[in-house]
Nanobody, 130 residues
Protein backbone atom coordinates (compact mmCIF):
# COMPACT_ATOMS: atom_id res chain seq x y z
CA UNK A 1 0.00 0.00 0.00
CA UNK A 2 1.32 3.42 -0.98
CA UNK A 3 1.28 5.97 1.79
CA UNK A 4 2.33 9.60 1.92
CA UNK A 5 2.42 11.32 5.28
CA UNK A 6 3.22 15.01 5.64
CA UNK A 7 4.38 16.81 8.76
CA UNK A 8 6.01 20.04 9.82
CA UNK A 9 3.24 22.56 9.33
CA UNK A 10 2.33 25.14 11.91
CA UNK A 11 1.94 28.80 12.73
CA UNK A 12 4.83 31.07 11.84
CA UNK A 13 5.31 34.82 11.67
CA UNK A 14 5.94 36.56 8.36
CA UNK A 15 9.60 36.27 7.44
CA UNK A 16 9.95 33.02 9.34
CA UNK A 17 10.82 29.53 8.18
CA UNK A 18 9.34 26.06 8.26
CA UNK A 19 10.49 22.70 6.98
CA UNK A 20 7.86 20.30 5.72
CA UNK A 21 8.49 16.58 5.49
CA UNK A 22 6.74 13.84 3.55
CA UNK A 23 7.38 10.15 4.04
CA UNK A 24 6.48 8.03 1.02
CA UNK A 25 6.30 4.31 1.58
CA UNK A 26 5.22 1.34 -0.48
CA UNK A 27 5.99 2.84 -3.88
CA UNK A 28 8.77 2.51 -6.44
CA UNK A 29 9.51 6.14 -7.13
CA UNK A 30 12.77 5.94 -9.05
CA UNK A 31 11.38 7.03 -12.42
CA UNK A 32 8.72 9.44 -11.27
CA UNK A 33 8.19 13.01 -10.33
CA UNK A 34 7.16 13.99 -6.86
CA UNK A 35 6.09 17.35 -5.61
CA UNK A 36 4.51 19.70 -3.13
CA UNK A 37 1.17 21.34 -3.73
CA UNK A 38 -0.90 23.76 -1.71
CA UNK A 39 -4.46 24.93 -1.50
CA UNK A 40 -5.60 28.02 0.31
CA UNK A 41 -9.22 28.52 1.39
CA UNK A 42 -11.34 29.55 -1.57
CA UNK A 43 -8.52 29.05 -4.05
CA UNK A 44 -7.55 26.35 -6.50
CA UNK A 45 -4.81 23.90 -5.78
CA UNK A 46 -1.42 24.97 -7.12
CA UNK A 47 1.87 23.23 -7.61
CA UNK A 48 4.62 24.66 -5.45
CA UNK A 49 7.77 22.63 -6.11
CA UNK A 50 8.69 19.43 -7.91
CA UNK A 51 11.67 17.14 -8.15
CA UNK A 52 12.27 14.42 -10.71
CA UNK A 53 14.11 11.13 -10.57
CA UNK A 54 17.35 12.81 -11.65
CA UNK A 55 17.13 15.43 -8.95
CA UNK A 56 16.14 18.33 -11.18
CA UNK A 57 13.89 20.79 -9.39
CA UNK A 58 11.12 23.07 -10.55
CA UNK A 59 9.38 25.85 -8.65
CA UNK A 60 6.34 28.04 -8.97
CA UNK A 61 7.31 31.66 -9.63
CA UNK A 62 5.71 32.70 -6.36
CA UNK A 63 8.17 30.65 -4.28
CA UNK A 64 11.39 30.78 -6.32
CA UNK A 65 14.32 31.84 -4.19
CA UNK A 66 12.42 31.18 -0.97
CA UNK A 67 11.50 27.47 -1.05
CA UNK A 68 13.78 24.50 -1.62
CA UNK A 69 12.63 20.97 -2.40
CA UNK A 70 14.86 18.00 -1.67
CA UNK A 71 14.64 14.27 -1.19
CA UNK A 72 16.47 11.37 0.45
CA UNK A 73 16.16 7.76 -0.60
CA UNK A 74 16.08 4.80 1.72
CA UNK A 75 15.07 1.19 1.40
CA UNK A 76 11.48 1.23 0.09
CA UNK A 77 10.99 4.71 1.53
CA UNK A 78 11.39 8.19 0.13
CA UNK A 79 11.73 11.26 2.30
CA UNK A 80 10.65 14.49 0.64
CA UNK A 81 11.29 17.90 2.15
CA UNK A 82 10.26 21.49 1.52
CA UNK A 83 12.35 24.15 3.20
CA UNK A 84 10.33 27.34 3.28
CA UNK A 85 12.08 30.61 4.11
CA UNK A 86 10.94 34.24 4.11
CA UNK A 87 7.37 33.11 4.52
CA UNK A 88 4.57 35.47 3.59
CA UNK A 89 0.92 35.56 4.65
CA UNK A 90 -0.01 34.49 1.11
CA UNK A 91 1.86 31.22 1.70
CA UNK A 92 -0.87 30.22 4.15
CA UNK A 93 -2.44 27.01 2.86
CA UNK A 94 -2.78 23.29 3.32
CA UNK A 95 0.33 21.70 1.85
CA UNK A 96 0.26 18.26 0.24
CA UNK A 97 2.88 15.97 -1.23
CA UNK A 98 1.96 13.81 -4.19
CA UNK A 99 3.46 11.43 -6.71
CA UNK A 100 2.49 9.23 -9.66
CA UNK A 101 0.09 11.89 -10.95
CA UNK A 102 -0.52 12.43 -14.65
CA UNK A 103 2.06 14.85 -16.04
CA UNK A 104 1.20 17.75 -18.33
CA UNK A 105 4.04 16.92 -20.70
CA UNK A 106 5.90 20.19 -20.29
CA UNK A 107 8.88 18.51 -18.68
CA UNK A 108 8.64 20.30 -15.34
CA UNK A 109 6.99 17.53 -13.32
CA UNK A 110 3.79 19.56 -13.14
CA UNK A 111 0.48 17.69 -13.35
CA UNK A 112 -2.41 18.02 -15.74
CA UNK A 113 -4.93 20.57 -14.55
CA UNK A 114 -7.90 18.28 -14.06
CA UNK A 115 -8.01 15.05 -12.09
CA UNK A 116 -4.32 14.22 -12.21
CA UNK A 117 -4.79 11.14 -10.05
CA UNK A 118 -1.80 9.68 -8.28
CA UNK A 119 -1.08 9.29 -4.62
CA UNK A 120 -1.57 12.15 -2.18
CA UNK A 121 -0.96 12.72 1.47
CA UNK A 122 -3.49 14.10 3.91
CA UNK A 123 -1.86 17.51 4.08
CA UNK A 124 -0.23 19.69 6.70
CA UNK A 125 -1.45 23.20 7.47
CA UNK A 126 0.87 26.18 7.21
CA UNK A 127 -0.33 29.47 8.64
CA UNK A 128 1.74 32.62 8.23
CA UNK A 129 0.45 35.35 10.47
CA UNK A 130 1.60 37.89 13.00
Amino acid sequence: EVQLVESGGGLVQPGGSLRLSCVVSGYTYSTDCIGWFRQAPGKEREGVAFIDSGGSTYYADSVKGRFTISKDNAKNTLYLYLQMNSLKPEDTAMYYCATDYELDGLGTCSPVADAPGGYWGQGTLVTVSS
